[in-house]
């Protein structure tokens, strides 16, 4: 079994030597590029005395130099920039294993809905939650698809379908980083929805006048200015010309924005793009889930990188007419609307396809990110994932953002008998925890991901939780209110199968209506074939296993005293709490008790 920061920490020092060498490049390009330059303006002005010809010939040559090191300066500040991603995808591997990654990732707070029923109660997102921890996806559409997984539960064939994909990128490092490396990085915006829309669009620059007039004045645009530079003819021919090209020019203006401005913005992301589409294209996967995704990256026999890359060497053209020494150039040579008329065909044909591979791309990537964490984890299993009614058994079930040197597991078993375990114990003895761990294991589950767990199986289920509801001043709600509201949306869930996961519940009101209250919502919750955890400080709310006899039951975390210190060893025990600490944990923080 390959150790993972053994692999990490060794390409981490191979890719180090490599950015050491690019930075290197890198400022000699740059340099050299200067000095060509400053080379161009000193014959340029020598040459001068002989009129504009002669300083042209003169300065002909390092004009050529130059334009030739600004396609290697491109190339090799993209090859720098590459290295450096490739650093940084060691280190976050690196971090993950150290434990040192909170914070240092993409939290994906952006990417929580208002009002969902789990995700702040389990840590899907912000920092040091699951999505931080999991997300590696360099493209919006990676980092949205990998978000939708951990939101909302797959099916039981789509979650089998993707655990072996997920094994096979595990094993396959050299993809990973490709994709790190050659993406956008985390600020790419551009995303399905944007490439569909601009494919949607009605088509533009469609006149059939224009496809006589657009190269007839280009070509004497072309013609008459060159004969003005380099023959004895005079400058009017060209001046006659001028009047045309700035007519066109304006006519078009509003169409050339409408066909460009999506793709010229976010060039770096379709080069990006091209470099990913590329990594996927070249490997044959064994995964049908992969196989699948794959074989739909081409068209009329041409790959999908193929087609980006064509669409990226078009809008590069495009974008060239701002360059300060050729914009005259391309202004009196309609270069704008030339290769706006280009990129409208490519629009017009490969549009559509253009944003399903991007979806492809970002189905790719959250696996990837998933892969990854099978990869730094080998320990950790695959469910087994069946349809059938309600149900999850687990043994050794820890908690996935926890070292494992502080995980403490506990086995959990909960299907028709019992449905239900009552959960009572001491202040932090884990209670809140132990409902965390059964939630985000099942979040992973579903996902198609491993799990923190020598086994476990589940069926696909909703999640209700109610483990961090807050008052709020700006609703006027009282937390009483937020919590009843949060189960009702839980009761509402129960239509499906659910897995509810409710934290000290009720504890807003007097101690009658709460023992009422709570059997009648855990008694509808059974009924409906729900199954999941309560807990409670209240032992008064264990009677209610009794009361919903072996449909339920309690089961307890504890602590004890070594000296004057308060030990808990998190573990999970059948029955009732005995003993409570809340005197203790007074005293111990210096009040009066």
């Known amino acids: 079994m390959t150790d993972p920061a053994a692999a990490y920490a060794e390409r981490k020092r191979e890719r180090t030597a490599s950015l050491r060498l690019a930075l290197s490049r890198y400022a000699w390009v740059s340099n050299a590029r200067l000095l060509v330059f400053l080379a161009a303006l000193v014959l340029a002005y020598f040459g001068l ?10 300065a002909a040559g390092p004009i050529a130099i130059f334009l030739v090191l600004i396609v290697v300066h491109d190339r090799v500040a993209s090859a720098k920039e590459r290295a450096e991603r490739a650093v940084a995808f060691y280190d976050r591997g690196l971090s993950h294993l150290d434990g040192s990654w909170p914070g240092r990732g993409n939290d994906g707070l952006t990417l929580q809905p208002a009002g969902h029923p789990y995700a702040p109660d389990l840590d899907i997102f912000g920092k040091g939650s699951l999505f931080e921890l999991l997300c590696g996806a360099q493209t919006k559409e990676g980092r949205e698809r990998l978000a939708a997984w951990l939101l909302a539960p797959a099916t039981a064939l789509e979650a089998q379908a993707r655990q072996p994909a997920v094994a096979e990128l595990a094993g396959d490092l050299d993809l990973r980083e490709a994709l790190h490396e050659n993406g956008a990085g985390a600020n790419a915006s551009l995303d399905a929805r944007t490439l569909l829309a601009w494919a949607n669009e009605a088509p533009r620059l469609q006149a059939r006048i224009l496809r006589v007039i657009l190269p007839v004045v280009t070509a004497a645009s072309v013609v008459t200015l060159l004969a003005w530079i380099f023959t004895d003819v005079p400058a009017w021919p060209f001046l006659c010309v001028l009047p045309f090209v700035f007519a066109i020019d304006r006519w078009l203006a509003r169409d050339i924005a409408a066909v460009t401005l999506r793709v010229s913005r976010p060039l770096n992301e379709l080069k990006a ?16 889930w992969l196989r699948q995704r794959v074989s739909r990256l081409a068209t009329d026999g041409m790959l999908a990188s193929e087609r980006i890359g064509a669409l990226v060497r078009l809008v590069e053209w495009y974008d060239s007419r701002r360059n300060q020494l050729f914009a005259p150039f391309a202004y009196a ?19 559509r396809a253009a944003a399903e591979w991007l979806l492809l791309v970002g189905d790719v990537e959250a696996l990837a990110s998933l892969a990854a964490y099978r990869f730094e984890q080998p320990s950790d299993v695959f469910p087994e994932i069946a349809d059938g009614p309600p149900r999850i058994e687990a043994t050794a079930l820890g908690h996935p953002l926890l070292a494992r040197d502080k995980c403490v597991a506990n086995d959990v078993m909960l299907l028709d008998r019992p449905q239900i375990y009552v959960v009572s114990g001491s202040n ?6 132990y409902m965390r761990t059964i939630g ?3 979040v992973l589950a579903l996902a198609g991901a491993p799990v923190r767990a020598a086994s476990m199986r589940v069926s696909p289920l909703h999640i209700g939780a109610s483990l961090r509801v807050q008052d709020s001043l700006q609703e006027g709600a ?5 919590e009843i509201r949060r189960l009702k949306q839980v009761m509402d869930l129960a239509a499906g199968p659910l897995l509810f996961l409710l934290d000290e519940i009720l504890a807003g009101t007097n101690s009658h209506d709460r023992r009422v209250g709570t059997e009648a919502v855990l008694r509808t919750l059974v009924n409906k074939g729900a199954i999941g955890v309560v807990t409670t400080h209240d032992l008064a709310l264990t009677e209610i296993a009794t009361a919903l006899s072996s449909r339920a039951k309690n089961v307890h975390f504890e602590d004890h005293m070594e000296g004057a210190t ?7 025990r059948d029955g009732v709490v005995q003993k409570s600490n ?12």
Request: charged share 20%; aromatic share 12%.
């Open 333 to 351: 040579w309609l270069w704008g609307p030339n290769f706006a008329l280009a990129i409208e065909k490519w629009r017009r044909a490969h549009g």
């Open 566 to 572: 308060l030990v808990f060893d998190y573990k999970m």
């Open 49 to 58: 005395k002989g009129g504009a010809a002669l300083a042209l010939a003169y």
């Open 440 to 442: 985000t294991n099942v």
């Open 273 to 288: 793009l091209q470099n990913i589409l590329k990594s996927i294209e070249r490997r044959t996967f064994s995964a049908e």
């Open 582 to 593: 809340a005197i203790a944990l007074m005293r111990a923080v210096g009040l009066e008790v």
């Open 428 to 433: 932090m003895s884990g209670k809140s925890t």
């Open 478 to 482: 009282s937390r009483f209110y937020a």
